[in-house]
């Protein structure tokens, strides 16, 4: 089956500028998750969601970053007024219903803020 | 918090060389230890999960062991296409999220 996909592949922006950025999980898998890697960094967790429950935001850097998942389903990660440290890949992941089950990673966007 | 700490930073390798990746991690209960591979410019892409100390994945020419501190990824007479960055991350046993290492960088010459 198809796996996760992300939209779009690359963006250019320039400061103060808000982008979004959409995620499509695995059909079927309940949880949602949104890392960032930056340049020579490890993947750095921003947020989580399960099924109808509350989100885990602790991972958000800023008030800026806000994101939401309409239906159980999609998602879209939104930065306002970007700055030049936001610049990463925000990388997607989906995983099916149950504690241990590994997440399955989309291909990610790469944001470049000018 | 959790923390791992993957070892060394870079390896390069001539082809059918051997040689192991290392995962330090502290966590506070283990839920699970997951290894994956990424390519340049893509998403990473799930290789093992292993969650308990002993525990042993095979696939082709990886193996991942795990002990109560540490996990290794074993690389065994490497070929080219096994260039990639790996990365460990781990899942504690009150959380849902992957906490990541930054990478082993391998690069296997012909």
């Known amino acids: 089956g198809a796996g996760v996909s992300q939209s779009p592949s690359n963006k250019v922006t320039e400061k103060g500028k808000d982008v979004e950025l959409r995620c499509d999980p695995i059909?079927?898998?309940?949880?949602l998750y949104w890392y960032r890697q930056s340049l020579g960094q490890g993947l750095e967790f921003l947020i989580y969601?399960?099924?109808?429950?509350?989100?885990?935001k602790s991972g958000l850097p800023s008030d800026r970053f806000s994101a939401e998942r309409t239906g159980g389903s999609v998602s879209t990660l939104t930065i306002q007024r970007t700055q030049q440290e936001d610049s990463a890949v925000y990388l997607c992941?989906?995983?099916?219903?149950?504690?241990?089950?590994?997440?399955?990673f989309g291909p990610g966007t790469r944001l470049t803020v000018l | 918090e959790d923390q791992v700490t993957q070892s060394p930073e870079a390896l390069r390798l001539q082809e059918g060389e051997s040689s192991s990746l290392n995962c330090s991690y502290t966590?506070?209960?283990?839920?699970?230890l997951f290894w994956y591979r990424q390519d340049p410019g893509k998403g990473p892409e799930f290789l093992f999960t292993?969650?308990?100390a002993g525990e042993e994945k095979e696939k082709e020419r990886l193996k991942a062991t795990l002990t109560k501190k540490e996990s290794f990824l074993h690389i065994t007479a490497p070929k080219p296409e096994d260039s990639a960055t790996y990365l460990c991350?781990?899942?504690?046993?009150?959380?849902?999220?992957?906490?990541f290492g930054a990478g082993t960088t391998v690069t296997v010459r012909a």
């Open positions: 059909s079927g898998h309940t949880a």
């Open positions: 992941a989906s995983r099916r219903q149950g504690d241990r089950n590994e997440q399955f």
């Open positions: 991350a781990v899942q504690g046993s009150n959380d849902y999220k992957l906490s």
């Open positions: 292993l969650y308990s």
């Open positions: 966590v506070s209960g283990l839920r699970g």
């Open positions: 969601f399960q099924g109808n429950s509350a989100p885990d």
